[in-house]
């Protein structure tokens, strides 16, 4: 089987003399004496000339979009091609010719629904795989954050019985003779995992029946959620900034290829180091204002306040403060202000906003109990989360982190549904 013998276009351009490589077909042109196809793999792009007259000329004039092929041949320089160097092919030692491509050359600027609806084929594309190719650094900068600091990776279950984030969002699941409802947060699993491993992280997907289509909500989304027994709000938000800090820059080291084909400005991520600005609730309320904002003090922030909050600082903000009643009842409230809440957000510079949600955890029992009646809510729907309070309970933070919306703002994407591999939202279920 030749395409066993065959090198990556990567080392191909490392290579000199007779080399095989093997991929898809991404451009063709055909003029009156070669066909000249650029080769795609994962490590690249290779332009193949094949000569009028031989049998891989044939065979190449048949090929169409995206078919399949290893291919022998001749390496030689040739600046004007891309990498500067050129496959004059030899031979075409397997190939599979396939259908019509259904996005051509032009589509890829087509219609952004289409390109959804052939999600399952636009992967291919060189924009997906470098958002891919990014995601996976993301993915692994996590995980080597966490485990390098003692962390235990830990997973909760996806199908739970009651909101952590409000009953407007949850999505009903049949179960047997009963309901469940899919998870929108790891958070209280991981609030019993730390009595026993103390420092805890999962990264898993949550889910959000969002009515609306926004460009940073999805309905399923990927999670890195972590709990830490005994650390309070300034604790946390040391965490947060060396973990996004730790995210931009792995993908600033292994991606630099990644971003520059998406056209992102890396100067904007090279800034992203501690100490992050830190802006309380209160203040951010002021700056609003006085950008000519219509907001009073209680009213939550939403994408746009946060845009225009981002856009007056070069750096992520870690935004804590928030009033009791625009967060969720677990958040404690702060012993000296009992109107506001130990909570931080942290927003992502450029417009992108959001993308930590987190805070200290009420972990005195009766406190617990009286917030969750004050919020209207049956303490029986949070008995086993109460218990929690009831044995050895001790001061913990945790938070969590939107992995899609991290790969969004640091691939440059206008839309979190480029982030992901097949978005989900209320009118998109299909790839
Ligand atoms: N363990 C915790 O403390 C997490 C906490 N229970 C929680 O879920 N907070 S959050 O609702 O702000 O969501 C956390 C982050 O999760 C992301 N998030 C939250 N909702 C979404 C949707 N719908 N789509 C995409 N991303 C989303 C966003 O970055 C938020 O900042
Ligand atoms: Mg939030």
């Known amino acids: 089987m030749a395409y066993r013998r065959a090198v990556s276009i990567a080392e191909a351009f490392k290579s000199s003399g007779t080399v095989t490589v093997r991929g898809w077909v991404y451009r063709k042109r055909e003029l009156k004496d070669k066909i000249f196809i650029v080769l795609r793999d994962s490590t690249g792009i290779l332009q193949l000339v094949f000569a009028r007259g031989t049998e891989a000329f044939n065979v190449a004039q048949r090929l169409n979009l995206e078919s399949s ?14 990498g500067g160097k050129e496959l004059h092919v030899q031979s075409v030692d397997w190939y599979y010719e396939g259908a019509p491509y259904p996005i051509n050359e032009d589509a890829a600027q087509a219609d952004s629904e289409y390109l959804l609806d052939v999600r399952h084929l636009w992967l291919r594309s060189r924009k997906m795989q470098a958002v891919l190719k990014i995601r996976h650094t993301v993915f692994g900068a996590i995980h080597e954050y966490f485990r390098s600091r003692g962390y235990y990776e830990v997973q909760g279950p996806m199908f739970i019985t009651a909101a952590v984030e409000g009953g407007a969002t949850l999505f009903k699941v049949p179960y047997f003779d009963d309901v469940v409802y899919l998870t929108q947060s790891s958070q209280f699993y991981l609030e019993a995992f730390i009595f ?19 460009r940073r909500h999805l309905t399923e989304f990927w999670h890195a959620e972590a709990e830490m027994a005994w650390y309070h709000l300034d604790d946390l938000m040391k965490v947060n900034e ?11 080291e292994e991606r630099l290829d990644e971003l520059k084909l998406l056209g992102r400005k890396t100067e904007p991520l090279e800034a992203v180091k501690p100490p992050f600005y830190r802006v309380s ?20 922030l939403g994408a746009d306040e946060e845009r225009i909050l981002t856009l007056q600082f070069d750096k992520p903000i870690q935004l804590y403060g928030f009033p009791e009643k625009v967060k969720a009842f677990y958040h404690r409230n702060d012993p000296q202000r009992p109107e506001v809440t ?23 029992e009766k406190e617990l109990v009286s917030k969750i009646e004050r919020f209207g809510l049956n303490p029986k729907d949070y008995q086993w989360y109460i218990d929690l309070r009831r044995y050895g309970s001790v001061p913990h933070s945790g938070f969590g982190l939107g992995v899609d919306r991290v790969v969004m703002w640091i691939a440059g994407l206008d839309h979190i549904r480029d982030a992901v591999p097949f978005p989900r939202d209320i009118r998109r279920k299909y790839p």
């Open 196 to 214: 026993s491993l103390e420092k805890v992280y999962t990264i898993a997907p949550s889910f959000r029946a969002e009515p609306s289509r926004t």
């Open 281 to 300: 609730y209160d203040e951010a309320v002021d700056i609003l204002k006085a950008k000519g904002v219509d907001i009073k003090w209680g009213d939550d």
């Open 69 to 82: 092929l290893v291919a022998t041949g001749l390496i030689k320089e040739e600046p004007r091609a891309p």
């Open 342 to 364: 130990l909570s931080v957000d942290v927003l992502a510079p450029e417009g992108y906003g959001e993308i930590i949600g987190g805070g200290e955890r009420i972990y005195d």
């Open 242 to 252: 060396e973990l996004i800090s730790h995210i931009v820059s792995k993908v600033l």
